[in-house]
């Protein structure tokens, strides 16, 4: 048995928008919704059952791509409810029509990525005029249909200055719970970083007015794409709750790609083999996985900082992205140092 | 998902280790507490503990008025003894049931009224949320 609760299953690669900051690997193919090595319905719950047979799992994130995008998504959704699981549907919520919404299971959690209030900010962000409207909907649809909606704030360059403005529209689209995650760096936006990666002040500003909601709303919201503390010290934020790499242990989230192809995390495109043809104990508590997780940059063994054992470097996922290997620093840090060496 | 395990803290001979490997020594300090905020004094050097997430109150109050033994590096506080921390709790890209607790409804009404203020949300939509809620 493995002690794993947690699954992301991207159901898809496919998706309308073009969001500047995407860190998916794929990103730039024109992946169709549903591939001749897509899984299907069925296969999924298979999967997902076969899976349980080693770990307990309590939780299914559907991911992509956009999920909505395929027509099954629905069905999967109910079959894995059936199946006694809460799912999370994570989607840009432009698709969820009232009719869409209708035919989800109610309980249904939605996730929702907001950007703030701001509509032409937010279809400059995801590269689409009319998504923001269509979210906006997106969020009514699915509280009109009793389902749960998360929000999820992703904070780059461009939008770092309205986080207040996005958990707001949050609360007021019927969220009860947010994230508040900084964008993640991949291969394809690093060389953007520059342009794209949060200023410091405006990660510590986007906290501090994410702190102020979570105190004045008693609002959950969880900061959980690391921000090294050597970046900016979680301390003064005591009101949100921040999140580390897992690192495979009993919180992480592995991740099955739409074919079937198990990596260590949504942000990895790492593949530590083919749940179709291996158990998932076998896969997740392989050589190839502890090599995954193992490493720790030389310069974070000699941190000083109370959460080193914690924060361990980062995303060590971005830093493979980036960098081709876990043995540096997560990029945000560098972005941040560099950030310093120019205002100095 | 809610259960935290909490850290033991570092016995007197790890706390050693810990300062011989930052090079540092260990210090005597003293634990206060000052309307809610946590602070421990070494000579003359008073830091605040930063607690909340990973650091419980409770068991940084239960040492109140007691010295401890500290390791600091600059500035930065890195073990004190009797002090435990929590991991937080991962969520990542997953909303886990949880940590999805809810908004006040008056509060969700206030804010949502001032969306249609500013014309973000129409008035039409407004009227199917408060219906959806």
Redo the contacts between chains.
């Keep these: 048995m493995t002690p794993h609760e947690y699954l992301v299953v991207e159901v898809t690669e496919a998706c309308p928008h073009a969001c500047v900051h995407c860190y998916n690997y794929w990103r730039e193919n024109r992946a169709p919704v549903l591939a001749p090595d897509t899984l299907r319905r069925k296969d999924i719950r298979g999967l997902i059952r076969k899976i349980r047979k080693e770990a307990p799992l309590k939780v299914v994130a559907l991911s992509g791509g956009e999920p909505l995008l395929r027509p099954d998504i629905a069905g999967i959704c109910t079959d894995l409810m059936s199946d006694g699981l809460n799912v999370a549907v994570i989607t840009s919520g432009a698709l969820l029509t009232p009719a869409r919404a209708a035919r989800f299971p109610a309980g249904t959690t939605f996730e929702i990525t907001l950007f703030g209030a701001d509509a032409a900010l937010h279809d400059r962000i995801v590269g689409r005029a009319g998504a923001f409207g269509r979210v906006i909907n997106g969020a009514v649809s699915a509280v009109e249909h009793g389902c749960s909606v998360v929000a999820s704030v992703v904070l780059n360059r461009m939008n770092a200055g309205h986080t207040r403005d996005a958990l707001e529209l949050g609360i007021a689209l019927g969220a009860d719970a947010f994230l508040l995650n900084r964008m993640n760096f991949s291969r394809l936006t690093l060389p953007q970083a520059n342009r794209l990666g949060p200023t410091v002040e405006q990660l510590k500003d986007a906290l501090a007015a994410a702190e102020a909601v979570a105190v004045e709303f008693e609002a959950s919201i969880s900061v959980s794409i690391p921000i090294p503390p050597c970046v900016v010290d979680p301390a003064p934020y005591s009101h949100l709750h921040f999140g580390w790499c897992p690192r495979g242990g009993a919180q992480a989230y592995y991740t099955l790609s739409h074919n079937g192809l198990l990596r260590p995390c949504n942000h990895s495109s790492f593949v530590l083999g083919d749940l179709r043809e291996k158990r998932f104990e076998e896969l997740v508590n392989s050589r190839e996985a502890a090599a995954f997780w193992a490493p720790v940059p030389n310069e974070c063994q000699t941190c000083a900082h109370p959460l080193r054992d914690v924060c361990l470097g980062g995303c060590p996922a971005a830093s493979d992205e980036c960098y081709g290997t876990r043995e540096r620093v997560d990029p945000l840090v560098q972005l941040a140092r560099q950030e310093a060496a120019c205002l100095s | ?1 809610a259960t935290k395990k909490i850290t033991p803290s570092l016995s007197a001979a790890e706390m050693k280790a810990l300062a011989a490997e ?1 090079g540092v020594p260990v210090k005597e300090g003293k634990v206060t507490v000052v309307r809610d905020k946590y602070f421990v004094t070494v000579g003359k050097t008073k830091t ?1 503990i ?6 419980d109150p409770v068991h940084v109050k239960a040492l109140a008025g007691k010295p401890v033994s500290v390791i600091a ?2 500035r ?4 004190i003894t009797g002090i435990g ?1 929590k ?11 949880d ?6 409804q008056d ?2 009404a206030t ?2 009224k ?2 249609v203020d ?1 014309q ?2 129409t008035p039409d ?1 407004q009227e ?2 408060l ?3």
């Design positions: 998902m930052l605040a930063p607690v909340g997430e990973v650091i590096v600059g930065n506080i890195v073990a921390w991991p937080p709790i991962i969520v990542c890209y997953i909303p886990v049931p940590f999805i607790k809810g908004i006040r509060l969700r804010i949502l001032g969306m500013r973000i949300i939509l199917r949320l219906a959806g809620r």
